[in-house]
């Protein structure tokens, strides 16, 4: 029988790896929405789609976590050096429906960095920031799109 293609001790190992780098890359708002606006920087949204069409930051790209391989992200991602910011759910407070928070240590950004480094994207910085959304943008300084945004 032929083993699996599923590595926990690889995961942990990686994991470990990225752990002090990604402290490095975590960005506030005001870091975030200056990388942001650089030429070739990609703002990337891995949540559900009916989320990301919802709400989301404004220029962000979307591919669901769940969709993540090396063909998939290379269809996005157009170089392995290219600038990529993330953000998830729980760097959001005010909207439940499309910004449901999760449990801290299961927050998207954790497996979303930790599995873009994996795959060979090495310049991701993450946001760090807590946004209101109960704040209008103006105050925010966040441009949001979608369906729910008024």
Known sequence: MKKSDVDYKG???ITDEVAQYRKERIIDVDQFKKLAKEPGTIVLDTRSKENFEARHI???VH???SDFSEGKLAKVIPSKDTKVLIYCNNNFIGDPMFMARKLAPMALNIPTFINLYGYGYK???ELGS???LGKTDKNVGVEFAGTAVR
């Open 11 to 13: 995961f942990v190992e």
């Open 58 to 60: 404004k220029g962000a």
């Open 63 to 65: 591919l669901n976590f």
């Open 123 to 125: 310049n991701v910085y």
């Open 130 to 132: 807590m946004i209101n």
